[in-house]
């Protein structure tokens, strides 16, 4: 049985799947870093941390851009029949404020580097220098962009972490096909 | 050999500034200390995609030798104490002088012996030596070029290119170029 890339009118194609895990291991991976890095005593390290954590912003950015322009052209399968009606009308919902803080979390984050007055360059990987928003530097910019960023951050673990107990209780409780279509892709087959 | 060097120096300048017709060649010679006043010890990072960032050293202190006969002989000792970087951003200088960078709290200062004096103009002389900081040493070469002369006083301009990574200070690379690019005016008073 061969997998196929694309959704199926009934499961996730593996591009999607994929794409979801990987940016959600790298979600949770960048919370972690990002709590971790502003408190780590070492000011090296710290440093190191904040480069790595940048460098992995703009991968993630590419991800998500890549994910949005594939989830325009591919249409997800819809619910499962037995799904009830609050939830059919919810779930999109939470589903799109999941992606808009895709989006907002690390372009908050390149807006906090482009206005810091540390005016530290950005080279994800090391592999090149990505240029900054073209946004003003000042104390209170980066103070601003700060916050935001780090708001953003805790109501997108929050948003994650309801978005985890949704598929489990589908998973466990309503025991549909929910959680197991974006773990098992869909076949060529079907 | 050195009296011909500051000889030609001292003719130079005169062309240059006839202030410094009053000079005695003889003068020039002697035991020299570094002065705060009228020096100044500057450094420039280079930063990837342009610019880079510009800091200096309040305190620092130092002696120059001039040898009247064999200008090889001359000696040049610099220490710099790191604690006192400044580059006009308090969250950076904070970060220099921690262990990411300078460790000042546990080597507070950064050491310059000359080992070798090498005339390479008129003016001009190459400066050999030991430069030690964090522990490390390795040797270094500045660019030393007479800037000016006064009866009890000396000064010179000296550039010079380190590279931090020898020093256990290479945090931030490539972001921010592994060489230090050194800028200093070192006035010495006689005495």
Known sequence: ?190 | MHARILGLAVAAACLAMPVYAAVVLGDAAGSYTISQAGSSVRFTIGKAGGGGFDGAFARFKGTIRIDNNDVGRSKVDLTIYPESVGTGQGRIDAFLRSDAVFDAANSPEIQFRSTSVARTGDTTALVTGRLTARGKTSTEKFTAELDGLKAGTIRFHVTGKVLRSRYGMDVGTPLYSNVVDFDMTLTGRRG
């Open chain 1, 1 to 190: 049985m061969q997998t196929s890339i694309t959704n199926t009118p009934t499961r996730y194609g593996w591009a999607m799947i994929l794409l979801h895990w990987l940016i959600g291991i790298l979600f949770i991976g960048q919370f972690a870093l990002g709590f971790v890095m502003v408190r780590i005593e070492s000011q090296r390290a710290a440093f190191e941390l904040i480069q790595l954590h940048k460098s992995f912003g703009f991968l993630l950015l590419g991800l998500i851009i890549l994910r949005i322009a594939w989830r325009l052209g591919n249409k997800p399968p819809p619910l499962p029949s037995r799904v009830a009606a609050l939830e059919r009308r919810t779930a999109p919902l939470a589903h799109l404020a999941l992606y808009a803080f895709q989006v907002a979390l690390p372009l908050s984050g390149w807006a906090l580097v482009s206005v810091s007055t540390l005016e530290i360059p950005t080279m994800p990987f090391n592999l090149f220098v990505m240029p900054n928003l073209p946004l003003a530097e000042s104390d209170a910019a980066e103070s601003f962009w700060a916050s935001a960023h780090w708001y953003l951050a805790y109501a997108g673990i929050a948003l994650a972490a309801l978005h985890v107990a949704a598929a489990l209780r589908h998973h466990f409780l309503l025991r549909d096909s929910v959680l197991t279509r974006m773990i098992t892709p869909s076949s060529a087959g079907e």
